[in-house]
Nanobody, 124 residues
Framework: VQLVESGGGLVQAGGSLRLSCESS????????MGWFRQAPGKEREFVAC????????YGPNSVKGRFTVSRDNAKKTVYLQMNSLKPEDTAVYYC??????????????????WGQGTQVTVSS
């Protein structure tokens, strides 16, 4: 399974970006998909995930109400819509595929495949 993220870039505080993650997997609709981010000098942080059935879980309180995760199984793509961006959202954002691990969705070790990451930079 290959995952390719796109949609990152430089945006001013208060702006929006939509990240996309396209999968090459033939059974994409059966995966749960997660989004993580990693800022310089910090650990990788869980942002959001969406199950194969569309159920969603969000990470830090700081993203709730601003970020929305969704998926289009026909396009084998998962999205992360990010609104009202803040400088502290600056990080490399990664998508990841969970092929059915019993682990917690917030734990990076639960995920088997990872994308290469896309940089999001929010200027103040």
């Amino acid at each position: 399974v290959q995952l390719v993220e796109s949609g990152g870039g430089l945006v001013q505080a208060g702006g929006s970006l939509r990240l996309s993650c396209e999968s090459s997997g033939r059974t994409f609709s059966s995966y749960s998909m997660g989004w993580f981010r990693q800022a310089p000098g910090k650990e990788r942080e869980f942002v959001a995930c969406i199950s194969w059935s569309g159920g969603t879980t969000y990470g830090p309180n700081s993203v709730k109400g601003r970020f929305t995760v969704s998926r289009d199984n026909a396009k084998k793509t998962v999205y992360l819509q990010m609104n009202s961006l803040k400088p502290e959202d600056t990080a490399v954002y990664y998508c990841a595929a969970d092929l059915g691990s019993p682990g917690r969705v917030q734990d990076p070790r639960t995920y088997t495949f990872w994308g290469q990451g896309t940089q999001v930079t929010v200027s103040s």
